[in-house]
Nanobody
Framework: QVQLVESGGGSVQAGGSLRLSCAAY????????MGWFRQAPGKEREGVAA???????IYADSVKGRFTISKDNAKNTLYLQMNSLKPEDTGMYYC??????????????????WGQGTQVTVSS
């Protein structure tokens, strides 16, 4: 059974940094596409960044140059380093995994497996 557990959320001031982690259990982690999504109150969930089994990455335009997605296959852990945070980055951040390649799933909201989320709040 696939399980994803996020951590690392919190409250920071604008301009600050946070690193989110997602521990993955129960599947061929290194072969899956994995992504970070976020949902602000009253808004739809949106894709932030994703990484393929071979390390290829994609980012939403709103976070390019500020966020970095990475993974440690030995630890079965996905990361999202978030720098220069803005109030509009506030939301619940979710980790997601899918056996399809990044070319198929990209940042679409139809990944097969999801974590419970971790809250990020950025104050101005």
């Amino acid at each position: 059974q696939v399980q994803l557990v996020e951590s690392g959320g919190g409250s920071v001031q604008a301009g600050g940094s946070l690193r989110l982690s997602c521990a993955a259990y129960g599947y061929a982690y290194s072969m899956y596409s994995m992504g970070w999504f976020r949902q602000a109150p009253g808004k739809e969930r949106e894709g932030v960044a994703a990484i393929d089994g071979d390390g290829s990455t994609i980012y939403a335009d709103s976070v390019k140059g500020r966020f970095t997605i990475s993974k440690d296959n030995a630890k079965n852990t996905l990361y999202l380093q978030m720098n220069s945070l803005k109030p509009e980055d506030t939301g619940m951040y979710y980790c997601a995994a899918d056996p399809r390649t990044l070319g198929w799933v990209a940042l679409r909201d139809d990944y097969n497996y999801w974590g419970q989320g971790t809250q990020v709040t950025v104050s101005s």
